[in-house]
């Protein structure tokens, strides 16, 4: 499986580490890491791992990928949301708490949603 650790889709951009993340496989996004998966690696949506399994409400995929370094910042190209306004968004408290104690920038705004509104 060393082969696919990178290996991107055509369509979407998305690695195996991200697929794994949005579908909330922690063992799998571990493996991959373990593997050398970049975590910080964008599909074509300017989507990480860290920001799908905050969407998602993963916070288990969430704590692994801050402890591994996963840049807590990285906004999407789509809304300029990084994981954080993803969390607040789709409404993850348990996420949105480790986000915050883990550094993430609670004055930060996406292109129309201010976390004042959260």
């Not at 579908?23 to 996004?29: D, I, N, P, Q």
């Not at 571990?30 to 975590?39: D, P």
């Not at 920038?105 to 292109?111: A, V």
Request: proline share 2%; glycine share 10%.
């Amino acid at each position: 499986m060393k082969h696919v650790k990178n290996k991107v889709s055509s369509t979407t951009g998305q690695t195996p580490l991200i697929k794994a993340s949005i579908k909330g496989h922690l063992k799998v996004v571990e493996y991959l890491v373990c593997q050398g998966g970049n975590i910080d690696r964008q599909d074509n949506s300017g989507n990480t791992g860290l920001l799908r399994a905050s969407l998602g409400g993963h916070l288990s995929i969430v704590q692994f990928l801050i402890g591994q370094g996963a840049d807590i910042n990285t906004k999407n190209y789509i809304v300029e949301a990084n994981a954080l306004l993803e969390a607040v968004y789709w409404d993850r408290l348990p996420v949105v708490k480790c986000l915050i104690q883990n550094g993430a920038n609670i004055e930060e705004r996406d292109f129309d949603v201010s976390m004042q509104f959260a």
